[in-house]
């Protein structure tokens, strides 16, 4: 790679030779020609790994004013060059997503300001870029596993932090705005994160080492007085905890450093443990005490009630037994929420049919409501999960797996028995469809069990709402209560953490 040199020339004009004579003695010496070598064209590495760039100067009898600049491959303006250390001799740990990155070190003469820059091919990588995320528990705490398509690794946030989560296992959240103080360079950086959950912690791991960047203590301006973590979802540019029956809010903006949860949301409420959320748009909940349909953002203080309308989302003396989103398309994945309800003190059920993307509390979200029948099975069951492209809810039952069809409102068994021994612990409609990337596409129905503090989770797809058999297992210690399968490749960054 060639060496790029600029110089400031004098240049003597001889306008006045016709009326002066000059005899001075000048010395036109060659312009200092500065090298740098030492340092490899190309680097690939993982997030975390340290790269140790010691680069030699010549000539090198002369004081040097070094920085080295860190950009993306495919960046087209200035305002994406980071200065990264301002170090001849530099050990870089590496701190950057997944993607390919131009490195480059310059060198400035600083008696005569010439100065030279070469640039260097940096493909930073990680085997956990791409995989299957699976939040579990045990009698110790919580933890996750990974799996990629090639390796597995085993209780991340221990073995990384030498510590698990306090409590049971709850959510995981992916963000890739949130901030970091990154030690080197003392500046905060955009970090891809993962929030993990428990009945008793919350913290925030790093994407690409599971390294935990922030701990329960650190992410709030107001501590909650009880550690008692009841929820963690999404908002549009926004992550939600409810600690204590009250609901935290933190803003994760690409633009403005936010590292904490600094909204508290205000007002007597008990969320349902269950909920929608589509992540561009308002979460949708639903509060026990009044029997309603709310939502929470950053632009209020306050628990949002939406507004009255027919049928009615307040006050309506109900309990909520389950509620799943739908994908009608591949670019508005969770249009559509489907609601199970049941009446306080009664055995009358309703489905109820919701905008599952409300930009607003000002309208009523709830656009159907319709009876069930009260002697369906899947009604008495412990797990339930909505197929996303059509109205079919799977459930198990005596240790087979069944299928609601609430269009006709019948029950069908599925041709899929869970091994004797084995208690479900976890069951979801996973689907997968970034924009672009159909081969990638999966409609699984992911089912976990346990068997003496083992679990193993089936992914079995699912074909015109018929579910086949599991095509992969993992297996792992502890019960399984959420999967993920998560992205961050060059090609962007997707994930199934929807709903």
């Not at 509060?287 to 009630?305: Q, Y």
């Amino acid at each position: 790679m060639k060496t790029k040199i600029y110089a400031m020339m004098a240049l003597t004009l001889p306008l006045l030779a016709s009326c002066f004579s000059d005899d001075s003695n000048y010395d036109y010496a060659d312009a200092l020609d500065i090298q740098v070598e030492g340092i490899q064209e190309q680097y690939t590495v993982s997030a975390g790994d340290v790269v140790q760039l010691h680069p030699t100067v010549t000539p090198a009898n002369r004081d040097y004013d070094c920085f080295w600049t860190i950009t993306p491959a495919n960046a087209q303006t200035a305002a994406a060059v980071d200065t990264v250390s301002r170090q001849q001799s530099w050990d870089y740990t590496v701190d950057r997503g997944i993607g390919a990155y131009k490195l480059r070190f310059c060198a400035k003469d600083r008696q005569t300001g010439i100065f030279a820059y070469k640039e260097y091919n940096l493909n930073v990588t990680t085997d956990m870029a791409t995989g299957w995320w699976i939040l579990k528990g045990d009698a110790d705490g919580t933890d996750i596993d990974f799996f990629s398509a090639t390796k597995a690794k085993h209780d991340i946030v221990s073995s990384v932090n030498g510590k698990k989560l306090q409590g049971d296992p709850l959510n995981l959240h992916f963000t890739f705005a949130y901030w970091v103080f990154n030690e080197s360079t003392l500046r905060d950086v955009q970090t891809n994160t993962v929030f993990a959950a428990s009945s008793k912690d919350i913290v925030a791991l790093d994407y690409f080492t599971g390294k935990i960047v922030a701990n329960y203590e650190d992410l709030f301006v107001d501590l909650p007085a009880q550690r008692n973590v009841q929820a963690l979802f999404s908002g549009p540019s926004d992550v939600h905890v409810c600690v204590d029956n009250t609901v935290y809010t933190m803003y994760n903006s690409r633009y403005n450093v936010y590292k904490q949860f600094i909204i508290k949301t205000l007002g007597d409420y008990r969320l349902s443990p269950y909920r929608h959320c589509s992540h561009a748009t308002l979460p949708l909940l639903f509060d026990e005490k009044t029997s309603s349909f709310c939502s929470v953002s950053r632009n209020s203080p306050n628990l949002d009630f939406f507004a009255d309308g027919t049928p009615s989302p307040k006050n309506l003396d109900m309990d909520m037994v389950y509620m799943g989103g739908k994908s009608t398309t591949a670019s508005s994945q969770g249009d559509v929420a489907l609601a199970v309800m049941k009446k306080k003190n009664a055995n009358e059920y309703q489905l109820l049919t919701l905008n599952g993307m409300p930009s607003s509390v000002s309208r009523n979200p709830v656009q159907q409501s319709s009876a069930l029948n009260s002697s369906l099975q899947m009604l008495q069951a412990s797990f339930l999960a909505l197929n996303q492209n059509n109205n079919i809810i799977y459930f198990v039952k005596d240790g087979k797996l069944s299928a609601c069809n609430l269009d006709n409102q019948t029950e069908s068994e599925q041709d899929i028995v869970i091994p004797a021994g084995e208690e479900v612990t976890y069951m979801e409609f996973l689907k997968y469809s970034p924009y672009g990337l159909n081969d990638s596409w999966f409609d699984y129905l992911a089912i976990a069990t346990v068997k003496g503090g083992n679990y193993k989770l089936y992914l079995h797809p699912v074909s015109a709402a018929k579910v086949l058999p599991a095509e992969k297992t993992f297996e792992g210690k502890g019960r399984v209560k959420r999967a993920c399968f998560m992205d961050q490749s060059s090609n962007g960054i997707y994930t199934t953490t929807l709903f």
